[in-house]
């Protein structure tokens, strides 16, 4: 990972934005209507060329159903968890069909065990 200063946290956000949106299965476009904001500030915000207000924060968090350590991640060391947090929280992001994919995965290495 790389390192994060003043001059990149915002490049890093924009990433983890950007990223759970995408794995969210939103356009720039429907993130920005469900914000009520423009497209041109939801590409700004994932490019890291804008900061962004604790309210806007908030409502992306809600918007992409996640908590804000998912926001931040690479920029504030989370405290440290576990395996199966790690995995929890994985699910999480994924959509219906990566869902089927790990539940298929997980079956796959079951039945390898016996």
Known sequence: MEEVTKSNVLQVIGK???RIRLLRGLS??????????SINFVSLIERGESGLSIPTLIDICKVLEVDANSIFE???????????????KSLSLFDSADKTIVTDLITYI???KT
Request: hydrophobic content about 35%; proline content about 6%; cysteine-free.
């Open 74 to 88: 690479g920029v504030i060391a989370p405290p440290t968890a576990n395996v199966e947090d790690f995995i929890t």
């Open 16 to 18: 983890n934005i950007k």
């Open 110 to 112: 079951s039945n390898s």
């Open 28 to 37: 720039q476009e429907t993130l920005a209507s469900d914000l009520q904001k």
